[in-house]
């Protein structure tokens, strides 16, 4: 049933959302240092990482799909960088953790900051390409292709039969 559905490209973007939405939250705690919350960013941390993890497991089932249409140029490289994603954002859940029991701003606050910085431009850069893969390399067509193809009935070609004999 889930064979024909583009289940990578439409589950890669709530790990995009997250790392912006954290991003954003991590800027706000800079601002207004008494509200932010290491419980918050934990939280989000840890669904990013999940669905970054399952966002790459997804790319990896339709990366046999995309290939037998041919060979795409940025494929190989939004695959080796998109597999980094969810060890950056390993990094933000223990970073975030050790903010959660150690509450203080300063040398924690620091450490996420620049792992979120790293995952920001990483997330941001296999995006592009993913991007590149679709609109630029026609990566999208594979759906398009494989959406085209009849749903092989029993009973629908028994009734066809049935009304031309």
Known sequence: MFESLPL???????????????FL??????????????SYQLI????????????????????????????????DEHEDLGEV??????????????????PTVGLVQVLF???LLTQTGFIVYVSHLGGKLVYEEGAASVYKIQSQQPMKSKHYNDEYEDDHD
């Open 8 to 22: 990578h490209p439409m589950f890669v973007h709530f790990p995009i959302a997250l790392t912006f939405l954290i």
């Open 25 to 38: 939250y991590f800027l706000f705690g800079l601002y207004f240092t008494s509200h932010f919350k290491w």
């Open 44 to 75: 989000l941390s840890v669904l990013l990482f999940i669905s970054s993890i399952v966002a790459v497991q997804l790319g990896e089932n339709d990366e046999e799909l995309v290939e037998d249409t041919g060979y795409y140029q940025s494929l």
């Open 85 to 102: 994603i969810p060890w950056i954002s390993l990094g933000l859940v223990i970073a975030a953790t050790i903010g959660y029991w150690v």
């Open 113 to 115: 900051g620049l792992i």
